[in-house]
T-cell receptor, first 115, second 112 residues
Framework: GAGVSQSPSNKVTEKGKDVELRCDPISGHTALYWYRQSLGQGLEFLIYFQGNSAPDKSGLPSDRFSAERTGGSVSTLTIQRTQQEDSAVYLC?????????????FGPGTRLTVL | SQKIEQNSEALNIQEGKTATLTCNYTNYSPAYLQWYRQDPGRGPVFLLLIRENEKEKRKERLKVTFDTTLKQSLFHITASQPADSATYLCALGASNFNKFYFGSGTKLNVKP
């Protein structure tokens, strides 16, 4: 079956521009996560959606970052006024339920480069 | 917040040997701990989950242990193969199950 998909796979932008990253989770998965992975580093938790509950946004690094999940399915991560330090791979994952108790299925990621 | 430590140095072993990777955490003990494999340019892939009331979990050539007293999990790959070469990440959930923390991973190199 279809896994988690993300688009675009690569995004090059200029400093100061806004970008939108998209995640299509596995159908029926109630939980969706966004992570950021800088070169050679581990995954940094950004935000978590679970069903219709308010998302946990405490991992977002600044107010330039926002995310939404429409209809409990597709999610968009928006970065406004991008900075060079935003350059990283942004990974999305979905799971059947609560973090930890269920395995997470990851997408291939979006590689963001801010010039 | 939770801090997770994995050996940042690559682990180099000979094919056929057992690889042992370590994951240490501070603060509270999570209800669940997971291990993932990540290949270059790819997203992590789930391998095993172990619960706090489980001491050990096995899946084929993989074994995970969970010691809540030591605040440590060990990940073993027996009869290692070059195809096992990858970065292995441990991950655990926050007490409210909202956040999920990953270690920075340990790179395993299995030489033929």
């Amino acid at each position: 079956g279809a896994g988690v998909s993300q688009s675009p796979s690569n995004k090059v932008t200029e400093k100061g521009k806004d970008v939108e990253l998209r995640c299509d989770p596995i159908s029926g998965h109630t939980a969706l996560y966004w992570y950021r992975q800088s070169l050679g580093q581990g995954l940094e938790f950004l935000i978590y959606f679970q069903g219709n509950s308010a998302p946990d946004k405490s991992g977002l690094p600044s107010d330039r970052f926002s995310a939404e999940r429409t209809g409990g399915s597709v999610s968009t991560l928006t970065i406004q006024r991008t900075q060079q330090e935003d350059s990283a791979v942004y990974l999305c994952a979905s799971s059947s339920g609560l973090a930890g108790e269920y395995e997470q299925f990851f997408g291939p990621g979006t590689r963001l480069t801010v010039l | 917040s939770q801090k997770i430590e994995q050996n940042s140095e690559a682990l180099n072993i000979q094919e056929g040997k057992t690889a042992t990777l370590t994951c240490n955490y501070t603060n509270y003990s999570p209800a669940y701990l997971q291990w993932y494999r990540q290949d270059p340019g790819r997203g992590p892939v789930f391998l095993l989950l172990i619960r706090e009331n489980e001491k050990e979990k096995r899946k084929e050539r993989l074994k995970v242990t969970f010691d809540t007293t030591l605040k440590q999990s060990l990940f073993h790959i027996t009869a290692s193969q070059p195809a096992d070469s990858a970065t292995y990440l441990c991950a655990l959930g926050a007490s409210n199950f909202n956040k999920f923390y990953f270690g920075s991973g340990t790179k395993l190199n299995v030489k033929p």
